[in-house]
Structures are given as structure tokens and as C-alpha cells.
């Protein structure tokens, strides 16, 4: 009786951890996305999209709101903060100190660079960006706050020594390419990725292709129609439906939703949803 109850738990925790396993990623939603609607009606806004069926919000703007009546907002509407999206001014020293206190007081463990462009080409402006984030992310480690950094199109369609940008960010190698007396390498391993798949494609690179190079690296991954449309939507230039099952294997945790045409209405965020839903 025993051994056939220690099986029994056995193949339950095995079940459990296949399910966690293989969980499919939760939806939020980025704010910019309904920006006109935030700024009118913030909290009305997020109930609207819990309402839909997402569970999380990304922001960066913060429409009045300090770090307290955030987390008051988020959780009054029943949605989880999965991160502020901010600006490399924002985790310089000694601003850092004043962005981590934030974040714990309106209860993100995540920061998400939303943009950076250094000249063309340019390895030096690029590595200020580098050491930027690599010193703030060992720091909000200790916090227990991830740092990663959100591309354009950019990152993708310019190149530096051979590479493009994003690669050279993640992939590269720190030797010959810098007028720096210690060259010193990419993005640390503590420096996640919050890849937007739109302006992958966009840019004419595959975000499939990018996910496999680096797996395990994006723990929110941004769901923007490449096209002035809703996500799925004709004029969507993405396969989605090769995307988001490259997206669930990887064990992405979020998908954040970003349909940017018509930030005054909820119609683009209800119609990207749906669709998500059903390829899910």
C-alpha cells in the first residue's frame, strides 16, 4: 500500500512538473498601446483590459500615478505589475538607488530599457548602453529585480564590425572592436532580453530564429503587429502562428501585447487578444 501511494505522489509531482513546464505564457498588455485611454481614465482603463481576459500590465509612463497608487491601480483592477519600462537615465548612478525603491514600492521585480540608438556603427556608443545595464543589473539583482533591455528595429538593421547591433550586444566579442584600453565584453548573462517580435520583423530579421539562438533569455517578449493594425490582423506582417508556439516552447512568462494605431480606443487591444487566444 505504501509503495503504491509513494508511486501515486511520484507520477503526481512528475505531472505537475510537466504541466509547469510546458505552461503556456500569460497575456498583459503595454500601456502605450491605449496611451490617449490611460491618460483620460487610468484605473477605468485597466479594468477594461482585465475585463478582456489579460493579467498583467507593462508601463512606462505613469499617468499621475507615484510608486504607491500604481500598485493601488494594478491591484484594485486584479492585474499583475510585470514591469515598468524605463530609460537608461534611469538606472545611472545615483538615480538607481531612487528607481529601485520605486520598483519595490509599486511591487515590479522587472525593468525593461525601453530605448536606446547610439551613433550608427558605433561600438563606443554602444558600449555605454553595455555598462550601463550591466553594473545596474548586478546591483537590482541583489534586489531581486531583473534588468533587461527592449529593441526597435534598429538593433536589428544596423551593424557594427560585421554584426548586427542586437548581436553584438548579446553575441559579441569584446576583442579589436573598441578604442578603450580594456575592452570589455557584451551584455552581461544577469541582462535579460525583452525581444519585440514586431519590429523583429520588421526589420526584417526572424524572431523564431532569434529565440532558438538565445533561449531562456526573455521572460516578457512583446506582441506589437508589425503593421498599423491589430495583432493578426490583415496588413500584420508576422506569422504569429509560427511565432507564439516558438514563444511557449522557450518558456516565455509573458506576452505583452502592443497593437499601436489607435491608442484611443480599446477596439485593436480586445481584437489582438482574441486572436492570441486562439493560436494558443
Known amino acids: 500500500m505504501r509503495f503504491a501511494l509513494a508511486i501515486m505522489a511520484a507520477l503526481a509531482g512528475w505531472s505537475q512538473l510537466v504541466a509547469t513546464a510546458f505552461a503556456a505564457p ?21 479594468k477594461a483590459a482585465r475585463a478582456m481576459g489579460f493579467e498583467g500590465v507593462e508601463t512606462g509612463r505613469l499617468f499621475g500615478c507615484d510608486a504607491k497608487a500604481l500598485k493601488a491601480a494594478c491591484d484594485e483592477a486584479g492585474l499583475e505589475l ?14 538607481l538607488a531612487e528607481t529601485i525603491r520605486f520598483c519595490k514600492e509599486c511591487g515590479s521585480t522587472r525593468i525593461n530599457i525601453a530605448w536606446f540608438r547610439g551613433a550608427k556603427g558605433s561600438a563606443n556608443d554602444w558600449q555605454l548602453i553595455v555598462n550601463i545595464l550591466n553594473h545596474a543589473a548586478e546591483v537590482c539583482a541583489r534586489h531581486g529585480i531583473t534588468v533587461a533591455y527592449h529593441n526597435h528595429g534598429h538593433e536589428f538593421e544596423e551593424r557594427i564590425a560585421g554584426m548586427r547591433t542586437m548581436e553584438w550586444l548579446y553575441d559579441g566579442s569584446g576583442e579589436g ?5 580594456n575592452p570589455s565584453e557584451r551584455f552581461s548573462p544577469l541582462v535579460k532580453q525583452e525581444l519585440d517580435a514586431g519590429w523583429c520583423v520588421l526589420a526584417g530579421a526572424d524572431p523564431v530564429e532569434w529565440i532558438k539562438a538565445h533561449p531562456g533569455c526573455n521572460p516578457t517578449v512583446h506582441i506589437m503587429p508589425a503593421g498599423n493594425c491589430a495583432v493578426g490582423e490583415e496588413g500584420d506582417k508576422a506569422d504569429w502562428k509560427r511565432i507564439v508556439p516558438a514563444l511557449v516552447a ?5 506576452l505583452v501585447v502592443k497593437p499601436t494605431a489607435r491608442p484611443d480606443t480599446l477596439d485593436d487591444l480586445k481584437a489582438s487578444i482574441g486572436y492570441i487566444k486562439g493560436i494558443m
Open 26 to 46: 500569460r497575456l498583459a498588455f503595454q500601456t502605450f498601446a491605449v496611451r490617449d485611454l490611460c491618460e483620460k481614465d487610468f484605473a477605468g482603463t485597466l
Open 82 to 95: 510585470v514591469a515598468l519600462q524605463l530609460y537608461p537615465k534611469d538606472l545611472t548612478e545615483p538615480q
Open 177 to 181: 572592436l573598441l578604442k578603450q584600453v
Open 250 to 254: 522557450d518558456g516565455v512568462e509573458w
